[in-house]
């Protein structure tokens, strides 16, 4: 979160917690910015405003807007492949509401 969200630099975040190196810092951050980008991790919490500064709630509700439309792609295409699979292999898989456990 330091990194990604907070600007701090991958050497500073190493020495705060001890690590030799950035390499294991720098690895997680590539592995960390994929899974945000298929929609797997979801965005920090802000934090509450020290200032009310109207740029940085601008830029927080471009960053929600962005990830709000990928999560929307991401389930219209899962969506898709469910209907997809259930017409090409006639087995229902959505769990119908209504049914006895």
Known sequence: ELVVYQNYSKEEVAKKY????????????IGYKKKLEKGAVTLAPMEKPKTKDAAELKKRIKDLEKALEKANVLIYGLN????HAEKAHKVPIRKKGGTKQ
């Open 18 to 29: 001890g690590l030799v190196n950035t390499y294991i810092l720098t690895n997680w951050i």
């Open 80 to 83: 898709s492949m469910i209907d």
